[in-house]
């Protein structure tokens, strides 16, 4: 059963940085790329990166661009997402998701397999 | 970005009843949309990819069309299970953007 399993909740102090895991199992962690999608609470859902775990190109959203990094490390089948320099607008539950198809072009596919998030609370 | 909207913002229909909602992009889209349900305390599940497609396993109660600017999502007989909140999604420019949902409840 294809599966994303995420990292537990974080609370930050404004300025610090998070980094979130999100590790998979049931499928080849080369072939699709993975997302990473947030939402603040009680509010939408808001795009914010894709990475081809297969090349390691990126996409950023440009709001978040520049504080943002998505990584892999194939080895473990893990994903991570490191955002910097936190503020209390980053509170919100952050989701990785895997494509849907098998392709490297970015995040121009449907988000198929969910994790089930992580929280972070951005609070002094 | 492309703008997303989604209408009614919420809705409540009996059980067995035809719930109807409809996304409309702010530019052509072709029939790059997706559809997910969001319960509660959970993590969004897709439901329908490329506007019209269902996901293997989605019950054949919801189902989608449309494209260009103007699509629809249908759940033909309203289940208690289907309460949820449901997002389209585009995916034709980047960055991909979402509507705003819709909640839907049982009267």
């Known amino acids: 059963q294809d599966q994303l399993v995420q990292s537990g909740a974080e609370v930050k102090k404004p300025g610090a940085s998070v980094k979130v895991s999100c590790k998979a199992s049931g499928y080849t962690f080369m072939n699709y790329g993975i997302n990473w999608v947030r939402q603040a609470p009680g509010q939408g859902l808001e795009w914010m990166a894709w990475?081809?775990?297969?090349?390691?190109?990126?996409k950023y959203a440009q709001k978040v661009q520049g504080r943002v990094t998505v990584t892999t490390d194939t080895s473990t089948s893990t994903a991570y997402m490191e955002l910097r320099s936190l503020r209390s607008d980053d509170t919100a539950i952050y989701y990785c998701?895997?494509?849907?198809?098998?392709?490297?072009?970015?995040?121009?596919?449907?988000?198929?397999?969910w994790g089930q998030g992580t929280m972070v609370t951005v609070s002094s | 970005d492309i703008q997303m909207t989604q209408s009614p913002s919420s809705l409540s229909a009996s059980v067995g009843d035809r719930v109807t909602i409809t996304c409309q992009a702010n530019q052509d889209i072709r029939h790059f949309l997706n559809w997910y349900q969001q319960k509660p305390g959970q993590a969004p599940k897709l439901l329908l990819y490329?506007?019209?497609n269902l996901k293997t396993g989605v019950p054949s109660r919801f189902s989608g069309s449309g494209s260009g600017t103007d699509f629809i999502f249908t759940i033909s007989s309203l289940q208690p299970e289907d309460i949820a909140t449901y997002y389209c999604q585009q995916y034709h420019n980047l960055p991909p953007t979402f509507g705003p949902g819709t909640k839907v409840d049982i009267k």
């Open positions: 998701a895997r494509d849907r198809r098998s392709q490297d072009d970015g995040p121009f596919d449907a988000f198929d397999i």
């Open positions: 490329d506007a019209s």
């Open positions: 990475i081809s775990v297969y090349n390691g190109n990126t």
